[in-house]
């Protein structure tokens, strides 16, 4: 027993600093990249053809006189505290950032509810039916729909449901409240969720199927009991953690989706906030809308992890 | 609720927007040009304006890149003159006149303009605000030729504005960007303006505005006005032919050659809008020759580049900048035409290299650049010089191409004055001079145009400017594209100028 907390406290440790880590090679990495674009910040500030002494004052005002491995330094030292920076405009990073992430975080949350709600069950009906045709022009579909990217998924949703349905908005725009409505977070919401969907269920359908093969789970299939009660009493238990470790991976994937439909659907999310911080060579948004996203995704990861950690072993081993 | 038509509409931007822009045909039809009538009084006009989240900035002093932002500031607040039906129109102030050797200009504030507080605008107001702005690192090139000791007090109801050298431009230096707040404002763009509308509330790059009841440019029709960002032109098309927004500010031919399709729609085409030269550099490298410049010119299919790149929605221009000034020469000098023995013969006379291939740096910033590099480079073949097109990112173009390679295109917005480009682009103290071209031809004229206290020789310099250009100049002005706005065909007088003309949306309405 006491091995077995310890075992545990080690492994939550390690990952802890996995990613730590982890955030902190994206930080660099990001800050670096952004830094070898040509141009800088600046370009946003001062108008076109500017006089020098206005390009000059714009970039002390971005601290970019400062060497790069300096500004480097000042900025992880910043995200160490907790501090975002500010953008090329002024404005405090965490001020831009809030809102757009809440907005992202509904709306990758509502695909993620539906990539777990649809394809654990899809995935396991899958490795169950196996050879059946039904379930093979299912795995058609699903490698047809990894393969797409999310903006040809919005536009085959779009021209379903708003052209030839009339149902939905194509693009989201918030009311004189400030308010957007959830009807229009549908389109995106699915344009994320589908490929997502359908990579996560190839995945739950490995995982099961060799779950199924385990001496135990034939015998209870032997045994004669419902499929659904080995299914979940007896298959998803050691497939879990491959299971987790798949969704952990939609998260990555919904976050990098997230920045092309949001853009082409208008919302205010990071993911566009990201696409413009990339255009307007602002590094420290760029660098904190990425770092906040990796965060995300590695906290995910860590929580696969901690998953496959803690399963109880003994009931099956 | 949507109908049908408008959605399919709307998908055709997402899906495939150049196949149906392709086989639109030429622009023209039934709802191609905008539609005129009385307005009512009242309703909500919501407006889908282009702009970035992350690239906000509220202060109109500063550099607003979004257009949704400026939109906000010129609804809200009031520079001393704008453009309009002139290039310089009076907007806070209401006249405005020099001494007779131009070197101390009076404006005088418009009768019972006020702020949305209800207080007058003051002589004292007018006077901060216009040091306020001098006084920012984009000062001096938002008020050329002004400093800030010159701008003075003359009266409780009017300023005074001294140059040091005689500067008929005074008026225009002040156009558009000098915006008004009151003395001391702390915070400007959130605190009192004197616009045609107030501030009612701001989030994140979205605004509502209303009416203000007291303004003093005559009456305003609408209530409110919405203004809304979006990040990308294509949501905004497929906004508008989806009936979510009234007014997409701003959004191209590809959106109008949609909405030319749909009746409820209206197309706003506004000329002279941009214009989007091919520069050679004058200076040095391989068109330093005159002769190759001008053969380049005589190279280019005008027409076709803007059928090509402008879709249409475009003229035909002569190399000369300024293309909606009254004072523009353009249509006297002779519309230069494509005249390919005539380009050889000058090539081979200037022992022009066609062997090499030369690179023509160019970016997306705008609608129809790409394009329009890419249809040049295909004409120049037919003059044997061989162009390569390189596409850069904004950022690396700024960087390393502008104002320093020999061949690359522009892009500029404000097409109604001669003299603007000549100070920004061609005198040899040009911050922004594009194609290198230090001549004293054009330092004296220019002089002479801003600083000859007699009407006539000023205006017979500044056409002799136009003339130089169309000569010797290093722009290959092909052709001036259209604004395009579409609108909801219930909207009624929405402004027809080019330019930052497009943000003075204050008399706009709904049909009667």
């Known amino acids: ?317 | 609720m949507l109908t049908r038509r408008q959605a399919l509409l709307g998908l055709g931007t997402i899906a495939g927007a150049g196949l149906l822009s392709a086989c639109g045909g030429s622009p023209g039809g039934a709802t191609e040009s905008a539609v005129d009538g009385p307005a009512r009084r009242g309703g909500t006009l919501r407006v889908g304006a282009l702009g970035k989240r992350s690239a906000i900035e509220r202060d109109p002093h500063k550099v607003q890149p979004n257009e949704s932002d400026y939109l906000i500031s010129c609804l809200a607040f009031e520079a001393l003159t704008v453009p309009g039906s002139e290039p310089v129109t009076a907007r806070l102030m209401a006249r405005w006149e020099p001494s007779s050797d131009l070197r101390r200009w009076r404006f005088e504030i418009a009768d019972s303009a006020s702020f949305h507080d209800g207080s007058p605008v003051t002589a004292d107001d007018v006077v901060w605000s216009l040091r306020r702005l001098r006084g920012l690192p984009n000062g001096e090139f938002r008020l050329p030729g002004i400093v800030a000791k010159g701008v003075r007090r003359d009266s409780p109801r009017s300023i005074v504005i001294v140059t040091d050298a005689p500067n008929a431009e005074v008026p225009m230096a002040v156009r558009l960007q000098s915006f008004v707040f009151k003395q001391g404002e702390r915070r400007p763009g959130r605190g009192p303006g004197s616009g045609p509308f107030k501030l009612v509330s701001y989030d994140e790059g979205d605004a509502v505005l209303a009416r203000n009841r007291d303004w003093h440019g005559g009456e305003v029709s609408l209530d409110r006005i919405e203004v809304r960002l979006f990040s990308d032109g294509e949501a905004l098309t497929t906004a508008v032919l989806g009936g979510q927004v009234d007014l997409a500010a701003n959004v191209g031919p590809v959106a109008a050659r949609l909405a030319a399709r749909d009746e409820d729609l209206q197309v706003v085409r506004r000329p002279n809008d941009m214009a989007m030269p091919v520069v050679m550099r004058v200076s040095d490298g391989p068109f330093a020759d005159p002769r190759v410049r001008q053969a380049i010119r005589l190279a280019v299919d005008r027409p076709k580049l803007v059928r090509g790149a402008l879709s249409g929605y475009g003229t035909v221009a002569n190399d000369i900048l300024g293309t909606g000034d009254p004072l523009y020469v353009g249509d006297d000098v002779g519309q230069r035409a494509r005249d390919l023995d005539a380009a050889r013969d000058l090539l081979r006379k200037a022992k022009f290299d066609l062997s090499r291939s030369y690179e023509l740096f160019t970016t997306s910033d705008t609608p129809g650049l790409v394009a329009s590099a890419t249809l040049f480079a295909t004409q120049m073949k037919d003059a044997g010089v061989k162009v390569k097109v390189v596409r850069q990112d904004s950022a690396a173009f700024y960087d390393k191409t502008w104002l320093k390679a020999p061949l690359y295109t522009t892009y500029w917005g404000t097409n109604d004055s001669v003299l603007f480009f000549v100070a920004r682009t061609m005198t040899s103290r040009a911050t922004q001079n594009e194609t290198d071209w230090n001549d004293e031809r054009i330092d004296s004229l220019y002089r002479r145009a801003v600083g000859d206290p007699h009407d006539e020789r000023r205006l017979e310099a500044v056409r002799d400017l136009q003339r130089l250009q169309y000569e010797h100049g290093g722009y290959v002005v092909w052709g001036m594209a259209d604004g395009v706005d579409v609108a909801r065909r219930t909207v009624r007088g929405l402004p027809r100028s080019g330019g930052y003309g497009r943000m003075f949306i204050e008399k706009s309405g709904f049909a009667a």
Not at chain 1, 38 to 49: F, H, I, K, Q, Y
Not at chain 1, 59 to 80: D, T
Not at chain 1, 143 to 162: D, K, N, Q, R, Y
Request: proline share 5%; with cysteine.
């Open chain 1, 1 to 317: 027993m006491v091995s077995a907390a310890s075992r545990i406290a080690v492994r939550t440790g390690l990952v802890a600093a996995r990613t730590l880590l982890t955030i902190a090679v994206v930080a660099t990495a990001v800050f670096l990249l952004t830094e070898a674009l040509p141009g800088d910040a600046t370009s946003g500030l001062v108008e076109r053809g500017a006089s020098p002494a206005a390009v000059a004052s714009a970039r002390a005002e971005l601290g970019l006189e400062k060497s790069a491995s300096a500004r480097l330094w000042q900025r992880l030292e910043g995200l160490a505290r907790g501090d975002l920076g500010r953008t090329a405009q002024g404005r405090p990073v965490s001020d831009v950032v809030a809102r757009p992430l809440r907005r992202t975080l509904t709306l990758a949350g509502i695909a993620l509810l539906a990539v777990i709600v649809v394809a654990v069950p899809m995935g396991a009906a899958m490795a169950w039916h196996g050879a059946r045709a039904s379930e093979k022009l299912l795995g058609a579909a699903s490698v047809a729909l990894i393969s797409v990217p999310e903006f040809v998924v919005l536009t085959l949703l779009a021209l379903l449901f708003t052209s030839a349905l009339g149902l939905l908005p194509a693009v989201v725009v918030a009311d004189s409240d400030g308010r957007i409505d959830v009807a229009a977070l549908t389109l995106p919401a699915l344009a994320l969720a589908l490929p997502a969907i359908a990579w996560t269920a190839r995945l739950v359908r490995g995982a099961v199927a060799d779950a199924l093969e385990l001496p135990h789970v034939e015998a209870a299939r032997l045994d004669g009991l419902a499929p659904a009660r080995i299914l979940l009493r007896h298959a998803l238990p050691p497939a879990l953690p491959a299971i987790a470790a798949s969704i952990a991976a939609s998260c990555a994937a919904l976050a990098g989706g997230s920045v092309v439909v949001e853009t082409a659907v208008n919302y205010p999310g990071v993911g566009s906030l990201l696409t413009q911080g990339i255009q307007a060579r602002d590094v420290a948004l760029v660098s904190s809308v990425v770092v906040v996203m990796a965060a995300i995704v590695a906290f995910a990861f860590a929580l696969a992890d901690l998953v496959r950690d803690l399963r109880p072993r003994a009931t099956w081993a």
